[in-house]
């Protein structure tokens, strides 16, 4: 009898959903804002080193390879520590192609910041913090992103196909960085 209650005990704290948290690579939430836009944080775990991560978060020419969706850089200039971008993406969720004309920049504290300048877009504004974990072995990665495409597509389902694509471009920078690292 009293194995069947530690297996019972057992089972119940293996699934409690805290526990299974600590392992996941990524903790995402997506949802709209009530003044307009949609804003998704994460927490992710990379198996790599923060200087991968970085590199290919600041290789501007490979960013289409980080995404499921379509896209092409029509214009990547850097000046004065900052870098603009002129990205077209084509998403299925939305007709046409789509212009966002955006600057990043790399902050004191090493994070990285890219905020809105033109194109199709109401806001944008993502956010990436790099921090390492075991020892400077893996990273630690809080990503913060405020989008409002000027659509009449409705934010829930822009939510939900930002939750799905965010889950992707996650999961590719993952595989991205551990063949980069696979070669170091």
Same mark, same amino acid.
């Given at each position: 009898?009293?194995? %069947?209650?530690?297996?019972? !005990?057992?089972?119940?704290?293996?699934?409690?959903?805290?526990?299974?948290?600590? /392992?996941?690579?990524?903790?995402? *939430?997506? +949802?709209? &804002?009530?003044?307009?836009?949609? %804003?998704?944080?994460?927490?992710?775990?990379?198996?790599?080193?923060?200087? #991968?991560?970085? %590199?290919?978060?600041?290789?501007?020419?490979?960013?289409?390879?980080?995404? *499921?969706? +379509?896209? %092409?850089?029509?214009? #990547?200039?850097?000046?004065?520590? @900052?870098?603009?971008? *002129?990205?077209?993406?084509?998403?299925?969720?939305?007709?046409?192609?789509?212009?966002?004309?955006?600057?990043?920049?790399?902050?004191?504290?090493?994070?990285?910041?890219?905020?809105? @300048?033109?194109?199709?877009? @109401?806001?944008?504004? +993502?956010?990436?913090?790099?921090?390492?974990?075991?020892?400077?072995?893996?990273?630690?990665? &809080?990503? &913060?992103?405020?989008?409002? #495409?000027?659509?009449? !597509?409705? *934010?829930?389902?822009?939510?939900?196909?930002?939750?799905?694509?965010?889950?992707?471009?996650?999961?590719?920078?993952? &595989?991205? /960085?551990? /063949?980069?690292?696979?070669?170091?």
């Amino acid at each position: 009898m009293l194995w %069947r209650v530690m297996i019972v !005990v057992g089972c119940l704290v293996l699934s409690w959903p805290g526990w299974s948290r600590a /392992a996941d690579p990524v903790v995402l *939430d997506v +949802r709209t &804002e009530p003044t307009g836009g949609i %804003r998704a944080t994460a927490t992710i775990l990379f198996l790599v080193e923060p200087a #991968i991560i970085q %590199r290919m978060l600041t290789d501007y020419a490979r960013w289409p390879e980080l995404f *499921d969706v +379509r896209m %092409r850089m029509a214009e #990547i200039r850097e000046q004065d520590g @900052k870098v603009f971008t *002129d990205i077209r993406i084509d998403h299925a969720l939305l007709p046409g192609e789509r212009r966002l004309l955006s600057e990043t920049r790399i902050l004191q504290t090493g994070e990285l910041l890219t905020e809105l @300048k033109g194109g199709d877009f @109401k806001q944008y504004r +993502r956010f990436w913090k790099l921090i390492p974990a075991d020892g400077g072995a893996h990273t630690k990665a &809080e990503f &913060e992103l405020l989008v409002e #495409i000027d659509t009449i !597509v409705p *934010d829930w389902m822009v939510v939900l196909a930002m939750k799905r694509d965010l889950e992707s471009h996650f999961r590719i920078i993952r &595989e991205k /960085a551990l /063949a980069q690292h696979a070669r170091q």
